[in-house]
């Protein structure tokens, strides 16, 4: 079993900083990729970003030079630092992580989401 706690989420100015963090425990043999997804009201879940074991990254077109994705795989987290927000990053935002629970087993699991609102 492997859970991803996520945390950093909450209500922002337009103009504003977030930075979110999920960390993976459990059951862990080694993480490959791990991303951030978002999802507003009435829309469906859309990729923000990615990160490979590698560090190569993956933006969306809406994020790109705004957003910047981490991680330590260390301490088996990802990161989200969020600038420039704006009240089309209002959204909740979900973690996922593809996980080798042992060897030549991967699955991918889902962070509970983190809301992050922009509003004046």
């Known amino acids: 079993q492997v859970q991803l706690v996520e945390s950093g989420g909450g209500l922002v100015q337009p103009g504003g900083s977030l930075r979110l963090s999920c960390a993976a425990s459990?059951?862990?043999?080694?993480?490959?990729?791990m991303g951030w997804y978002r999802q507003a009201p009435g829309k469906q879940r859309e990729l923000v970003a990615l990160i490979t074991r590698g560090g190569s990254t993956t933006y969306a077109d809406s994020v790109k030079g705004r957003f910047a994705i981490s991680r330590d795989n260390a301490k088996n987290s990802v990161y989200l630092q969020m600038n420039s927000l704006n009240s089309e990053d209002t959204a909740v935002y979900y973690c996922k992580t593809d996980v080798e629970v042992r060897i030549g087993a991967v699955y991918f699991y889902w962070g509970q989401g983190t809301q992050v609102t922009v509003s004046s």
């Open positions: 459990g059951s862990i043999f080694s993480i490959y990729g």
